[in-house]
């Protein structure tokens, strides 16, 4: 419990509600990039407009085309997959019949609800652990003066160029030596100690967040951990969900972190489970595109929902009061 001087939580409260009132307002209010976009995009004719989507759409077709090639050989029979054919045309991506029992047969051919919940499991510690400690880092870098504030920054900065294989031996022997090897430890605690790239991020967007409303409220008596947690953490709700989203498609896509640490098939995650059916079930094509496609389904449905979110936080970040 926070103790208030007497007479001062009314203050204190109205400093807060100022804080979400802001918030609100940052959150809504459109990228200067985007509002100049949709200003251009407003003065064309609705043919210009017709052709610029078509245009766009093209461009996207070469991105698209795994994406349909993989769902098409996941209803495919075999004997289409394993077809000869010289080009690659509309009737052979089509698969004819559709095979919808591919997708059961997949969902057996592993224990994908396990999997499934190993992988979310991990997805909520790291999403928790790396949001809460990079925030927390962040703001002292961005709202306090210390002593070697800037030589510690740089160097936190620097270590994003340190290729994780170059410290993987002696951090495996690290986690090896507390016994951690074969738990999710060695996947989960790291994330408690901040990731410098979310710091950065948090960092630049503490920056330009208004003084006022943290000076009303240290003159009302709030401690730091107060203006923190009451006042720019939700003013920073963009940037906050920009790492969380971050951190939960590099959980959710992360092969190697489970492959060094994980040697029990009962706490496999999806992404070292689907290579492990590529192992023992190497031509069953339309499986393993099945069990794919229900893989990058829950990751595609994430960036269409969220995808709001995740632009305005990264296009505040580097915005300028």
Known sequence: MISEPTGQGTSL???????????TLT??????????????LAGLSSGQRLAAHLVLLLLCLPALLPLAWMVSTSLKPDSQIFAKTGTLT????????IQWHNYPVAFRAVPFALYLDNTLLLCMFTVIGSVLSSSLVAYGFGRLDFRGKTPLFLLMISTIALPAQVTMVPVFALFRWLHWYGTYLPLIVPSFCGAPFYIFLLTQFFRKLPDELAEAARIDGASEWRIFWQIMLPLSKPALATCALFQFLATWNDFLGPLLYINDPKRYTLAYGLQQLLSTHGGEWASLMADSTIFILPIVVLFFFTQKTFVNGIATTGSKN
């Open 27 to 40: 959150g809504g209010r459109q990228a200067p990039g985007a509002a100049r976009r949709g200003r251009r």
């Open 90 to 97: 509309l009737a052979s991506l089509l698969p004819h019949p």
């Open 13 to 23: 409260n109205t400093t807060a509600d100022a804080a979400l009132g802001v918030a």
